[in-house]
């Protein structure tokens, strides 16, 4: 089965340091999605891309968060410099096209803790 | 705005039936449903896309009623497997994908 893959699937790191998250979707699909869960807040949607152009990044802290897609295989999220309060887990999940009709499909997710 | 799913939380023995809500303050085009198992990635199961549709996965089913702006999953003689939090997803009133999760209902089914 086609799967969204996500790297790495854990991070440790120190506070201050970047982070960055891969993603690569299924195959053929255009709409990429970046998440966050935490059990305070839930799954926030932080940005979302379409035909690798950003359409929605208002969920994410810009003065530390950036998304970007270099090409249709891989989108990318980093944050500079990470803080204590970005651990969570950040799935990437990818769909067929940006109508609300298809499903989203998730990858297993990078388990991200910052000391 | 978050749709607001309830229970929070159900505890059911093997067999026995659930029903879970979703509702909306905003007008509702359609409600997708997702589960997920601890330490796991959410999971798709079905989207609803027209008033009053019912759409099955397993012995899963859900209706989405647009004038109550509410949607309810039903756990029918429910199965260890279906142990997991189901999550709710709507979308914005624009044009594309963007969904918004509700808080999430979590589900144990005991043998």
């Known amino acids: 089965d086609a799967r969204v893959t996500q790297t790495p699937r854990d991070k440790v790191t120190e506070m201050g340091q970047e982070v960055t998250m891969r993603c690569q979707p299924i195959l053929g699909h255009n709409t990429v999605f970046w998440y966050r869960q935490t059990m305070m807040q839930g799954l926030e949607l932080l940005a979302y891309f379409r035909n690798r152009a950003p359409l929605d990044d208002s969920g994410m802290p810009k003065d530390r968060f950036s998304a970007e897609m270099p090409d249709a295989t891989l989108a990318t999220l980093k944050i500079q410099p990470s803080e204590p309060r970005d651990s969570a887990v950040y799935f990437c999940a990818s769909a067929a096209d940006g109508n609300s009709n298809q499903p989203q499909h998730f990858g297993d997710g990078t388990r991200l803790s910052i000391l | 705005q978050q749709p607001v799913q309830s229970p929070q939380a159900v505890i059911l023995r093997e067999g026995e039936d659930a029903v879970i809500n979703c509702s909306s303050s905003?007008?509702?085009?359609?409600v997708h449903w997702y589960r997920q198992k601890h330490g796991e990635a959410p999971v798709f199961l079905m989207i609803l896309l027209k008033g009053g549709e019912q759409k099955g996965h397993e012995k899963i089913s859900a209706s989405f009623n647009e004038k109550k702006q509410q949607s309810s999953l039903y756990l029918t003689a429910s199965q260890l497997s279906y142990s997991g939090t189901y999550f709710c997803g709507t979308p914005g009133q624009a044009a594309g994908n963007k969904l918004t999760f509700g808080g999430g209902t979590r589900v144990l089914v005991k043998p």
């Open positions: 905003k007008a509702l085009y359609s």
